[in-house]
């Protein structure tokens, strides 16, 4: 799998753009990138998945250059229910594969 | 919007002792899986779980964990003789194959277990 590279902590106000990148620099052909979110005694929520270019939800936008060695999680302007860690994870898309997840990013929201 | 649940919330239990944690995946889910973190750790993957077997399984699932999926809805993990160090929050988590192969995991609200 391919390892990740995101910063440790990050810090907004609330009404912020929050963009979170992630490094992946081995990412192999068939890989995937899914971000992931943890509130505090919770566990792990999808967010968003994407192999190329952008992929918009309702929560989320992801961005994919072309080379694919990045990624950047963007959350449009977050409030403080947004506080929590995100996970970026890269690997096959099958659905048998277990999530390694990293350290993550702690995301504060501040008022 | 379904969801995973998990009994108990919290769990103290003497070392030494045995434990279940119990976990109602999603109804329609074919694939299972416990997780566990550690207070101030990462998430770390424990076993998967398909079609009544395991899947595959991590070095931290050892001799004194089992999963068991005993009826159709719950799915069950034990620790045969709790250990300090197993104190940790235990995640339960279930997906389900798409069309395209693949699906999100869902997480439960986690156990916490307390080992003393």
């Known amino acids: 799998l391919a390892k990740t590279t995101q910063p440790i902590s990050m810090d907004s106000y609330e009404g912020q753009e929050v963009n979170i990148t992630c490094s992946h620099n081995n990412i192999a052909t068939n890989d995937y990138i899914t971000w992931y979110q943890q509130f505090p005694s919770q566990g792990p929520r999808f967010i968003i998945q994407g192999y190329k270019t952008k992929v918009t939800n309702e929560v989320a936008s992801l961005f994919i250059p072309a080379d694919r060695k990045s990624s950047t999680l963007s959350l449009p302007r977050v409030s403080l229910s947004d506080t929590a860690v995100y996970y970026c994870?890269?690997?096959?898309?099958?659905?048998?594969?277990?999530?390694?997840f990293g350290t993550g990013t702690r995301l504060q929201v501040f008022p | 919007e379904p969801e995973v649940t998990q009994t108990p919330s919290h769990q103290v239990t003497q070392m030494g002792q045995e434990v279940i944690l119990r976990c109602v995946p999603i109804?329609?889910?074919?694939?299972f899986y416990w997780y566990r973190q550690i207070l101030g750790q990462k998430v770390e993957f424990l076993v998967s779980?398909?079609?009544?077997?395991?899947?595959?399984k991590s070095e931290i699932f050892d001799d004194q964990f089992s999963v068991e999926r005993p009826d159709g809805s719950n799915f069950t993990l034990k620790i045969r003789s709790t250990k300090l160090e197993d104190s940790a929050m235990y995640f339960c988590a279930s997906s389900v194959t798409s069309g395209s192969g693949f699906t999100e995991q869902y997480f439960g609200p986690g156990t916490r277990l307390t080992v003393t």
């Open positions: 994870l890269v690997g096959p898309r099958t659905v048998t594969d277990k999530l390694i």
């Open positions: 779980f398909y079609n009544n077997e395991i899947s595959e």
């Open positions: 109804s329609n889910h074919l694939y």
